[in-house]
């Protein structure tokens, strides 16, 4: 071995080498808004599947006005983590309206969701520990579990026999449940009723992550949490409510909401809240106007669950022939499962000479030999839009 030689720039060579054979390969592509659903991808005009902008409120008039203004009055950055100058009037504020919006004792606001997932399971449990963790929880709940060495004890998809034989099995005192609360990859529903159910015969805390729920879900949006009862005055102390801001909320962020006494230790012990700069403020004022929206326009879900009903009416008569599997799902998300990643990138593209953008989603992201179609719908999507992309999978199908 010579002193020059680099192995890392001999190695990675053969790794992307392994990934363009395995038709695993990522590239980006660049995008900029058009009209509507209608966004420009490398140039060219496309309709998109893709956004998990669910309610259409990414590029609203009233939230840029919001974040002009909140620019205006706070500049563009926050300038510190919340624990030293970064805890604006403006964030503080946003706790408030997060907590009431989501009918729980307190809310602890975030600059991002995947940050959150994977310093919070770390502050509310260690080494000797005991976490259950459904399999297809998204990424960054498995790199919590991961990160916080508590001892992860993976049930099988939904499986609530399973996981009450390991609650059962399990001698540790201090014990986490965590699933998402809408699957963020087939997008069906957890059963929140029946794992709290489980939580509070086994001594255990429950950690939901919604971010495919809230904006969406429940009487005025409020979530997958209000839509099963568990809010407000029926509120349980041993459920820890995360929700991303990234989704149906229309920018990022996130926040976590819950009983006083676990918020309050996610604030002393979380270190992606410590350790990180503090959300722009503008971004909580224009959150707030997004709360706002996401309680007044019930039209705007009103239009996604039509999009959605549409979407699934159409798809039926397309199942057949190929083999393709339509998951099922009352959410915004809608998997249509093809198997191979071959026949999910050849199905990609196909749509994508129709001028349609529907993202294919591979391994690892979901197990293997369930490549599929995530198709998006969103309240920017008009009835003709659906009929584009059903005439043309149908063209693809046949
Ligand atoms: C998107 C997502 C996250 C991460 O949130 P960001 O705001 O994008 O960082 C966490 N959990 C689930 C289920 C998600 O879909």
């Known amino acids: ?26 590239t980006r592509r660049t995008v900029a808004p058009l009209q509507g659903a209608r966004i420009l991808v490398d140039g060219q005009p496309m309709l998109q599947f893709c956004s998990n902008d669910y309610l259409g409120l990414a590029q609203h008039p009233a939230m840029i006005e919001a ?23 403006a964030n503080a504020a946003l706790e408030e309206e997060l907590a009431r919006f989501v009918q729980l004792p307190r809310a602890l606001y975030f600059y991002a969701g995947f940050a959150t997932n994977a310093s919070i399971i770390p502050a509310l449990v260690g080494a000797g520990d005991a976490i259950f963790s459904d399999a297809l929880n998204h990424a960054s709940l498995i790199d919590g579990c991961r990160l916080s060495r508590g001892q992860i004890r993976r049930f099988g998809h939904g ?11 399990c ?9 998402d609360a809408v699957f963020s990859m087939d997008g069906n529903l ?31 949006g409020r979530g997958s949490l209000t839509a099963a009862g568990l809010t407000g005055a029926k509120a349980s102390p041993r459920v820890l409510y995360m929700a991303t801001l990234s989704k149906a ?25 410590t350790f990180a700069t503090a959300a722009p403020a503008m971004l909580a004022r224009a959150l707030q106007t997004s709360l706002q929206l996401i309680e007044q326009q019930s039209a705007l879900r009103d239009q996604l669950q ?14 057949q022939g190929k083999g393709w599997q339509l998951l099922p799902s009352e959410t915004a998300v809608q998997a249509l499962v093809v198997g191979s990643n071959d026949a999910a990138l050849g199905l990609m593209e196909g749509l994508r000479r129709h001028g349609l953008w529907v993202p294919a989603i591979r391994p690892p992201t979901v197990p293997v030999g369930t490549a599929r179609l995530r198709i998006a719908l969103s309240a920017l999507h008009t009835e003709a839009d659906v009929k584009q992309l059903l005439a043309a999978l149908q063209e693809l199908a046949g």
């Open 249 to 273: 909320a229309g920018i990022s962020g996130a926040f976590v909401a819950g009983h006083e006494l676990l918020i309050e230790w996610l604030l002393q012990k979380t270190r992606s809240y």
């Open 190 to 220: 957890a059963d929140i009723e029946g794992l709290l159910a489980l939580c509070e015969r086994y001594d255990a805390l429950l950690l939901l992550d919604d971010a495919h729920g809230f904006g969406v879900l429940g009487p005025q």
């Open 171 to 179: 001698p540790v005192q201090r014990k986490l449940v965590v699933s």
């Open 1 to 26: 071995m010579t002193a020059s030689s680099n192995f890392w720039l001999q190695d990675i060579p053969r790794q992307l080498a392994a990934l363009d054979a395995a038709a695993l390969r990522r």
């Open 159 to 169: 499986d609530l026999a399973a996981l009450e034989q390991l609650l059962a099995a």
């Open 306 to 319: 039509a999009r959605i009903a549409q979407l699934r009416a159409g798809l039926q008569p397309l199942l």
């Open 67 to 89: 974040a002009c203004a909140g620019a205006q009055d706070f500049g563009v950055g926050s300038g510190g983590s919340p624990m030293v100058n970064g805890h604006s009037t």
